[in-house]
């Protein structure tokens, strides 16, 4: 049945959603495609693809920011994705702190640099130099930052959700900023995180009160490129885990799942084979302001996400968008 056959609730639903979006383009606020089509129906298979292409090309940028400006349309959407965040209890409990102005940002930049020399004594004494090389933050060079915080008091009497456990707001918010980082993902917008600074100098330099946390300072703006691996892998301070090693059966440590384990790590070493060049299509360069064209024949089970593919890919100069192999 199609959308808009729907009758009952769930076609009451649609309708209204329709009619708000209508509104706010006709507004002139544009809303992301086919929001609506997202409410009571399964996911087209390019709807499922550009998620996954989302989750698997985003990045944490700290170089490669652009001088452009970032629109406040897109900056809107970035935001409404982020308030769409799950949280406990509904607890909605993140602000979001835009700070354009250079003299703030270069004050934060200063905390950033105080920060990283007090963290410094307590990275291993080989790997400090390699340390003091990353390029661990974008402040500046960023169209914007963004400091996103949790109100630890925003549901104060009803503490649904948190009464064992209050940590959980802190993790509500943690959700939203992915929210905000994978929806910038998919408007070409970088952004990166910066976690290299004292708590307690940043609130006051923001004027956060003592019941509010900042959870993410980040570095939003338009990027020439997103990098094909984490800059922490490129320059060998990391690399990602075998995920097989890292699924467990029943309990902690818990062996079994084998054939899990098996689907995941063929997932993985599909990727790692050399693709065929007609088998292998790579998108476009990421500086585009459009959406890339999406794959029709793009599905789950054919889409290989794995650094290394998307690095020999972008090696063999088929673009610096992180390739996605099709088999
Ligand atoms: C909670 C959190 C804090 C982070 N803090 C920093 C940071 O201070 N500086 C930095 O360069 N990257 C920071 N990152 C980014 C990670 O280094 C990055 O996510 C990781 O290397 C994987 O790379 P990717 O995000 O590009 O996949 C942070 C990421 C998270 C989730």
Not at 54 to 73: G, I, K, N, Q, W
Not at 167 to 174: A, F, I, N, R, W
Not at 256 to 272: C, F, P, Y
């Amino acid at each position: 049945m199609i959308p808009s056959q729907k009758t009952g609730l769930a076609g009451i639903v649609i309708r209204m959603v329709r009619r708000v979006t209508s509104i706010a383009i006709a507004r002139g606020q544009a809303m992301p495609e086919n929001m609506t089509d997202s409410i009571a129906d399964a996911f087209s298979q390019t709807a499922r693809d550009a998620v996954y292409r989302a989750l698997f090309t985003r990045r944490d940028v700290r170089s490669h920011f652009l001088p452009d400006a970032l629109d406040d349309e897109v900056l809107a959407r970035l935001l409404l994705a982020a308030h769409h965040a799950p949280s406990v209890g509904f607890m909605q409990p993140w602000n979001f702190i835009v700070i354009r102005d250079a003299a703030r940002r270069a004050e934060v930049r200063d905390l950033f640099l105080a920060a990283r020399e007090q963290e410094l004594p307590a990275i291993e004494e080989e790997r400090q130099a390699l340390y003091r090389k990353l390029k661990l933050e974008g402040i500046c060079e960023s169209a914007l930052n963004i400091c996103i915080t949790c109100d630890r008091q925003r549901s104060k009497g009803s503490p649904l959700g948190r009464w064992h456990n209050p940590e959980m707001d802190l993790y509500s918010t943690v959700c939203a900023v992915q929210n905000f980082w994978l929806a910038a993902r998919a408007e070409g917008v970088g952004v990166g995180w910066v976690s290299i600074i004292e708590t307690q100098a940043l609130k006051r330099l923001l004027a956060i009160p003592d019941h509010v946390m900042p959870i993410a300072y980040l570095c939003v703006g338009r990027v020439s490129e997103f990098a094909p691996k984490p800059d922490l892998e490129t320059h060998g301070w990391g690399r990602r885990l075998p995920l097989p090693e890292l699924i467990m059966s029943e309990t902690f440590c818990g062996q079994g799942e084998a054939r899990l384990k098996s689907a995941v790590a063929h997932l993985n070493s599909d990727a790692v084979e050399p693709a065929s060049p007609a088998d292998q299509r790579v998108a476009p360069a990421v500086s585009q302001r459009e959406p890339p064209k999406e794959e029709s024949a793009l599905s789950l089970s054919s889409l290989n996400f794995d650094d290394a593919s998307a690095s020999r890919a972008s090696q063999a100069g088929s673009g610096t968008w992180p390739a996605i192999v099709l088999k």
